[in-house]
T-cell receptor, first 112, second 114 residues
Framework: DGGITQSPKYLFRKEGQNVTLSCEQN?????MYWYRQDPGQGLRLIYY???????QKGDIAEGYSVSREKKESFPLTVTSAQKNPTAFYLC???????????FGAGTRLSVL | AQSVSQHNHHVILSEAASLELGCNYS??????LFWYVQYPGQHLQLLLK??????LVKGIKGFEAEFIKSKFSFNLRKPSVQWSDTAEYFC????????????FGGGTRVLVKP
């Protein structure tokens, strides 16, 4: 069954802690994306990757880091430098270019 | 700055009423336009898209949208809504001028009362 899998569904972070959100896709898509969703603000792009071993900052990259060591995986780390991490995080993938993006079910991150 | 604006944050209407959600963008040049929908507890999914050709595009579940280039708009419409259309709707724009990144509007929460 093809798709994008995000885990965990819910995540709690303590002060000063780094946490990593997982995103895996089996659609053989080249491009992958991370968005943050806050009420009334839509989705804002954190990082994106057009190809393995390469990624670019989006509009709100500060306090986040990513890696793209495999085509199917694009994990996002929320570092302690991100002072307001509570949000819904969505991962997406696309064949690349201006194509349609397909989304995972999301991870809801809260701060303890 | 380049942006996408959705005019209504919340819309409440009764079943069988008509729905129109506004979307304006500020990009110049070539754009691809999308409407995504997020039903309660479900994935964000594509409702419809415009890449080129006929500016009136039809999507799933009876939705349609019209691209008016002169107005930088891509409004979403449905003639008669159902309770199951309760969801959050997002307009998104992919512009070559912005490096082909997808920029989303703030979303509109639609509540359809039975």
């Amino acid at each position: 069954d093809g798709g994008i899998t995000q885990s965990p569904k819910y995540l709690f972070r303590k002060e000063g802690q780094n946490v990593t959100l997982s995103c895996e896709q089996n659609l053989n898509h080249d491009a992958m994306y991370w968005y943050r969703q806050d009420p009334g603000q839509g989705l804002r792009l954190i990082y994106y990757s057009q190809i393995v071993n390469d990624f670019q900052k989006g509009d709100i990259a500060e306090g986040y880091s990513v890696s793209r060591e495999k085509k199917e995986s694009f994990p996002l780390t929320v570092t302690s430098a991100q002072k307001n991490p509570t949000a819904f995080y969505l991962c997406a993938s696309s064949p690349g270019g201006a194509n349609i993006q397909y989304f995972g079910a999301g991870t809801r991150l809260s701060v303890l | 700055a380049q942006s996408v604006s959705q005019h209504n944050h919340h819309v409440i209407l009764s079943e069988a009423a008509s729905l129109e959600l506004g979307c304006n963008y500020s990009y110049g040049g070539t754009v691809n336009l999308f409407w995504y929908v997020q039903y309660p507890g479900q994935h964000l999914q594509l409702l419809l898209k415009y890449f080129s050709g006929d500016p009136l595009v039809k999507g799933i579940k009876g939705f349609e949208a019209e691209f008016i280039k002169s107005k930088f708009s891509f409004n979403l419409r449905k003639p008669s809504v159902q309770w199951s259309d309760t969801a959050e709707y997002f307009c998104a724009v992919n512009a070559k001028a912005a490096g082909n990144k997808l920029t989303f509007g703030g979303g509109t929460r639609v509540l359809v009362k039975p």
